[in-house]
């Protein structure tokens, strides 16, 4: 009897396929982690998780920290927009490191900060499996994206019945922002910036001179100990945190 049992198992085990879920840990706050991304960590074997260089800590791997404690543990450098990194290698040297891992049927989880679907960087390490190794099924679990929760924390309207909501990275330079905000304007357009950080500086200078330094709500470190949001108005610092993001009304 325990032959056969043993004999089921193992033809089970073989016909198993390797699977990745890139689960969304949200913003920040552990209590906005969903159900199914903590179904999917719990179920998972591997914990692969985003860091800027191996002497950094994880954003994501410090949310779901009171879930991965019994698992392994891999970090992924993530380039961060570092000019000193090739992203394409990057993103190459991820892929095989996933794979490597679990092409012996185990299931996997690569954690996300905010949602999987708004620019994701975890985009770029699944083209690069699909590419590599096309048999690992591959699976997504949403998670509650920045700009979600930073309008909810803000009692603030992401966006209404008529307007049109425009997500981007903030541009590098200030003209680009200053076509950008006189091609939306008075066209019922919420703007929002990801990515804000560095640029903050001239950003502001732009708001100020479009007199939509008030109407801009600034958020950064969203769900964190250190969480900023507020109207733009109110902040005083002349660099922003990398997980900094504007929302822009022009009404």
Do not use: H
Not at 35 to 53: C, D, H, L, M, T
């Amino acid at each position: 009897m325990k032959n056969i049992f043993k004999y089921f198992k193992n033809l089970i085990s073989k016909n198993k396929i390797a699977t990745l879920t890139v689960v969304g840990v949200g913003p920040g706050d552990s209590s906005l982690l969903t159900i199914g991304a903590i179904r999917a960590i719990k179920e998972a074997k591997y914990i692969f998780f985003p860091v800027s260089n191996t002497d950094k800590k994880s954003f994501a791997a410090e949310i779901v920290k009171n879930y991965i404690k019994f698992k392994k543990k891999i970090p992924i450098i993530f380039p961060m927009a570092r000019k000193e990194l090739n992203p394409d290698q990057i993103w190459e040297s991820a892929a095989k490191k996933i794979i490597s891992t679990i092409d012996k049927n185990n299931s996997a989880v690569l954690l996300c900060m905010g949602d999987t679907s708004i620019f994701a960087s975890s985009s770029y390490i699944l083209n690069k499996i699909k590419d590599l190794n096309p048999q690992i099924i591959i699976k997504k679990q949403a998670g509650i994206s920045s700009l979600s929760a930073a309008a909810a924390y803000a009692n603030y309207d992401l966006v209404n019945q008529g307007e049109t909501l425009k997500i981007l990275e903030c541009p590098n330079d200030s003209n680009q922002l200053t076509s950008l905000i006189n091609n939306v304007a008075n066209k019922n357009y919420v703007l929002a910036l990801l990515k804000v950080g560095k640029r903050w500086l001239w950003v502001k200078e732009i708001l100020k001179k479009e007199a939509l330094l008030n109407n801009s709500l600034l958020a950064s470190n969203i769900g964190m100990v250190n969480q900023f949001i507020d109207k733009a108005s109110n902040n005083n610092s002349d660099n922003l945190p990398y997980f900094s993001l504007l929302i822009i009304r022009f009404n």
